[in-house]
């Protein structure tokens, strides 16, 4: 059961890769949140019960609906426009992301080592680079900081693979999610809305050398 | 006591944020700088002891808790005049302050963790609380700095957890699950090699945006920039420490371990390179503060080369890191008054510097003369240590190629500097020039004479606390 929720996962870093409009993107990280709270709950069941609630409660309320609802927010309060406006056309980002997940495969399968699950590993690094991927192709701010939390769902789904062991490292990253998710958004993104028109990341190029 | 010391920190902070009179402003901030030194002196006398479970006063976090607690203190200071010579708004004022104890407070946490998750989460908060200082004032430009700063430093402070998640994943093998520093480096040998590997790599990458290096240097500059100068010299020296002290903890527990010298590799290429960018970036650079900021880069660059080195290098790394504390404030303390003259960071619109600010500018000169290493500067001593040990290591390349860059550094430098202090600026009105009175510069002076006399004729007292901070590191 888990190997398809993460397999899903892996579907849905695809599909980020060719989405248009940033609604798209939003409905992407909300159905993310579900996914991972499944394979919280199947993973973790055997941690006590306060750690759990606490782990089901975040990846359910705060990355399937509190974060998409916030930034369907700012996206109607600051009228952004509806386009993800890619440097690259979404043909190249498709075969992009694909390489990125046959390369985080290939690299997990040279490593011989009987504790880890691959597919964990597999699933976080292609996240974490897809993020990254995301954050450098994507003109406007608020891409950057939906790349963010797709890193950040890679970091939640690799914090998995060790989380029976250490829940205690499983809250931190969970206390990482919220931290900096409300700086970047709550405080943030209203302000740049007040400070300038357009969410461009244009806009942000005067302080250089 | 850190948990009295960090509830003290948290409640000043709160009433900071809500107070809106002035004098309970001055007041609270008062009292956290005499909490803080309490907490110091306290830590001093309780070395290597144990405290509240997760953190340790060992020598390297006494001598740099001790750096703090004297930087703060003309922070403070200055901060005062800053907001008499500015926009003074209660609101503005209060998140000022309470950012800046939050600051303290949480580099002084971070220094003292002996815990990697702790040392972690406050690190992370140094990011919360320096934001709020770098958009203190509230425009397009220092949004566009905050923006770049909490971004980079997020997608950074990632790669630390995502490099603790690997180094746990080479502790499960070995069958342990305490992440607390020392067990870690009596455990070092038996852990996984090519977990550690990752691990290295990811931690490295993420605690270099902290310390300044390549290859995410770039969010600091900006924040030096565009933060208040007396915020922007916490920015650039103790804050800049706080990475490095990631990296240094990190890279004990490694020196145990069979990858000692492949690391050894990495922070070398990382170091020498910071150096190159640095300079590269020097040579054109037309922003006084920007500038200055380049000049940490390469500073953290000779001192994680130090590091590298080996041998008598890392002496001086410590030596090096601890002097740099103290010059860089001093320059950035002075940059504030350069602000208040001409209105202007650019090296264009200021000059003759001489003949509005007679004090100000011989701090410049002074500051110059130390921070380029000349002697007497007691950086002189340490960068000379540095270059004794990739002598000694038989990296000759590397010393070559530092030294011509550090050269060109030193030209660009010099050549800023002295436009700052005798050529005419153009178009410069004169007629209203702000007079600065001396007891401003006092300060700097202090600590100008504190990097010669520890360079110099460092306290026998001192010289053991380093010596015992690098004890862990093989010889």
Same mark, same amino acid.
């Given at each position: 059961?888990?190997?398809?929720?993460?397999?899903?996962?892996?579907?849905?870093?695809?599909?980020?890769?060719?989405?248009?409009?940033?609604?798209?993107?939003?409905?992407?990280?909300?159905?993310?949140?579900?996914?991972?709270?499944?394979?919280?709950?199947? *993973?973790?069941? *055997?941690?006590?019960?306060?750690?759990?609630?606490?782990?089901?409660?975040?990846?359910?309320?705060?990355?399937?609906?509190?974060?998409?609802?916030?930034?369907?927010?700012?996206?109607?309060?600051?009228?952004?426009?509806?386009?993800?406006?890619?440097?690259?056309?979404?043909?190249?980002?498709?075969?992009?992301?694909?390489?990125?997940?046959?390369?985080?495969? /290939?690299?997990?399968?040279?490593?011989?080592?009987?504790? /880890?699950?691959?597919?964990?590993?597999?699933?976080?690094?292609?996240?974490?680079?897809?993020?990254?991927?995301?954050?450098?192709?994507?003109?406007?701010?608020?891409?950057?900081?939906?790349?963010?939390?797709?890193?950040?769902?890679?970091?939640?789904?690799?914090?998995?693979?060790?989380?029976?062991?250490?829940?205690?490292?499983?809250?931190?990253?969970?206390?990482?999610?919220?931290?900096?998710?409300?700086?970047?958004?709550?405080?943030?993104?209203?302000?740049?809305?007040?400070?300038?028109?357009?969410?461009?990341?244009?806009?942000?190029?005067?302080?250089?050398? | 006591?850190?948990?009295?010391?960090?509830?003290?920190?948290?409640?000043?902070?709160?009433? +900071?944020?809500?107070?809106?009179?002035?004098?309970?402003?001055?007041?609270?901030?008062?009292?956290?700088?005499?909490? &803080?030194?309490?907490?110091? @002196?306290?830590?001093?006398?309780?070395?290597?002891?144990?405290?509240?479970?997760?953190?340790?006063?060992?020598?390297?976090?006494?001598?740099?808790?001790?750096?703090?607690?004297?930087?703060?203190?003309?922070?403070?200071?200055?901060?005062? @005049?800053?907001? #008499?010579?500015?926009? $003074?708004?209660?609101?503005?004022?209060?998140?000022?302050?309470?950012?800046?104890?939050?600051?303290?407070?949480?580099?002084?946490?971070?220094?003292?963790?002996?815990?990697?998750?702790?040392?972690?989460?406050?690190?992370?908060?140094?990011?919360?609380?320096?934001?709020?200082?770098?958009?203190?004032?509230?425009?397009?430009?220092?949004?566009?700095?905050?923006?770049?700063?909490?971004?980079?430093?997020?997608?950074?402070?990632?790669?630390?957890?995502?490099?603790?998640?690997?180094?746990?994943?080479?502790?499960?093998?070995?069958?342990?699950?305490?992440?607390?520093?020392?067990?870690?480096?009596?455990?070092?040998?038996? +852990?996984?090699?090519?977990?550690?590997?990752?691990?290295?790599?990811?931690?490295?990458?993420?605690?270099?945006?902290?310390?300044?290096?390549?290859?995410?240097?770039?969010?600091?500059? $900006?924040?030096? $920039?565009?933060?208040?100068?007396?915020?922007?010299?916490?920015?650039?020296?103790?804050?800049?420490?706080?990475?490095?002290?990631?990296?240094?903890?990190?890279?004990?527990?490694?020196?145990?371990?069979?990858?000692?010298?492949?690391?050894?590799?990495?922070? +070398?290429?990382?170091?020498?390179?910071?150096?190159?960018?640095?300079?590269?970036?020097?040579?054109?650079?037309?922003? @006084?503060?920007?500038?200055?900021?380049?000049?940490?880069?390469?500073?953290?660059?000779?001192?994680?080369?130090?590091?590298?080195?080996?041998?008598?290098?890392?002496?001086?790394?410590?030596?090096?890191?601890?002097?740099?504390?103290?010059?860089?404030?001093?320059?950035?303390? &002075?940059?504030?008054?350069?602000?208040?003259?001409?209105?202007?960071?650019?090296?264009?619109?200021?000059?003759?510097?001489? #003949?509005?600010?007679?004090?100000?500018?011989?701090?410049?000169?002074?500051?110059?003369?130390?921070?380029?290493?000349?002697?007497?500067?007691?950086?002189?001593?340490?960068?000379?240590?540095?270059?004794?040990?990739?002598?000694?290591?038989?990296?000759?390349?590397?010393?070559?190629?530092?030294?011509?860059?550090?050269? +060109?550094?030193?030209?660009?430098?010099?050549?800023?500097?002295?436009?700052?202090?005798?050529?005419?600026?153009?178009?410069?009105?004169?007629?209203?020039?702000?007079?600065?009175?001396?007891?401003?510069?006092?300060?700097?002076?202090?600590?100008?004479?504190?990097?010669?006399?520890?360079?110099?004729?460092?306290?026998?007292?001192?010289?053991?606390?380093?010596?015992?901070?690098?004890?862990?590191?093989?010889?």
């Amino acid at each position: 059961m888990t190997n398809i929720l993460l397999i899903t996962f892996l579907i849905t870093l695809i599909y980020i890769g060719v989405a248009k409009r940033l609604y798209t993107y939003i409905s992407i990280l909300a159905i993310q949140g579900v996914l991972l709270f499944g394979v919280a709950f199947i *993973e973790l069941i *055997e941690i006590n019960t306060i750690n759990l609630v606490f782990v089901l409660m975040e990846t359910i309320v705060f990355k399937a609906i509190v974060i998409p609802l916030f930034l369907n927010y700012i996206i109607n309060k600051n009228n952004i426009t509806r386009e993800a406006e890619p440097f690259l056309p979404n043909f190249i980002s498709l075969v992009i992301i694909t390489i990125i997940i046959l390369g985080s495969f /290939l690299l997990s399968n040279t490593i011989h080592d009987p504790h /880890l699950r691959k597919i964990f590993f597999v699933v976080a690094l292609s996240a974490l680079f897809t993020g990254l991927f995301i954050i450098t192709t994507r003109r406007k701010i608020i891409t950057h900081v939906m790349g963010f939390l797709v890193i950040e769902n890679g970091v939640f789904v690799l914090s998995l693979a060790v989380g029976n062991e250490m829940p205690m490292l499983v809250n931190t990253g969970i206390l990482l999610d919220i931290f900096v998710g409300v700086l970047l958004l709550g405080i943030f993104v209203n302000k740049i809305g007040d400070v300038l028109k357009e969410q461009d990341v244009e806009q942000l190029r005067n302080l250089k050398d | 006591m850190i948990g009295i010391y960090l509830i003290g920190a948290f409640v000043i902070g709160v009433l +900071l944020f809500y107070n809106r009179n002035k004098t309970v402003n001055y007041l609270l901030s008062g009292i956290f700088l005499l909490l &803080q030194w309490i907490f110091t @002196i306290y830590e001093y006398r309780h070395l290597n002891i144990e405290d509240s479970g997760y953190f340790m006063p060992d020598s390297l976090a006494v001598i740099f808790l001790v750096v703090l607690s004297i930087v703060c203190i003309p922070a403070f200071y200055h901060s005062y @005049i800053y907001f #008499k010579h500015n926009r $003074d708004i209660p609101r503005e004022r209060g998140i000022y302050h309470a950012a800046t104890v939050l600051l303290i407070a949480s580099l002084s946490a971070a220094y003292l963790a002996s815990h990697i998750g702790v040392t972690w989460v406050f690190v992370e908060l140094t990011t919360l609380s320096a934001s709020a200082l770098i958009y203190h004032r509230r425009n397009v430009r220092t949004l566009e700095g905050t923006w770049k700063y909490i971004f980079v430093c997020s997608i950074s402070i990632t790669l630390v957890f995502i490099g603790i998640l690997f180094l746990t994943l080479a502790l499960q093998e070995a069958g342990l699950k305490n992440l607390s520093y020392q067990s870690l480096i009596e455990k070092a040998p038996v +852990l996984n090699v090519f977990w550690l590997k990752l691990a290295f790599l990811f931690i490295f990458t993420g605690y270099t945006a902290k310390a300044g290096l390549v290859p995410m240097y770039t969010a600091g500059i $900006d924040a030096k $920039d565009k933060a208040p100068s007396p915020a922007g010299a916490l920015i650039g020296s103790v804050l800049m420490t706080v990475g490095f002290f990631g990296i240094f903890r990190f890279y004990e527990i490694i020196s145990h371990t069979s990858i000692y010298s492949w690391s050894n590799k990495i922070i +070398l290429i990382s170091g020498v390179l910071s150096v190159f960018v640095a300079t590269v970036y020097m040579l054109r650079v037309k922003n @006084i503060k920007r500038m200055l900021a380049y000049s940490g880069v390469y500073h953290m660059g000779l001192v994680v080369i130090g590091l590298a080195a080996g041998g008598i290098g890392r002496y001086a790394a410590i030596l090096h890191l601890v002097l740099h504390s103290f010059t860089k404030p001093t320059l950035f303390f &002075q940059t504030g008054q350069i602000y208040r003259i001409y209105k202007s960071k650019s090296i264009y619109d200021i000059g003759n510097y001489f #003949k509005y600010n007679l004090t100000g500018a011989l701090v410049l000169l002074f500051a110059f003369f130390i921070v380029t290493a000349m002697p007497p500067s007691g950086m002189f001593v340490s960068e000379f240590l540095v270059f004794r040990s990739l002598f000694e290591s038989g990296n000759w390349w590397i010393l070559a190629f530092i030294l011509l860059l550090l050269t +060109l550094i030193i030209w660009s430098f010099g050549k800023n500097i002295l436009k700052i202090l005798f050529i005419p600026p153009v178009g410069f009105n004169d007629e209203k020039v702000e007079k600065i009175p001396a007891v401003e510069s006092y300060s700097h002076f202090i600590l100008l004479a504190l990097v010669i006399y520890l360079g110099l004729h460092p306290p026998a007292e001192f010289v053991q606390l380093i010596n015992s901070a690098i004890t862990h590191l093989p010889h």
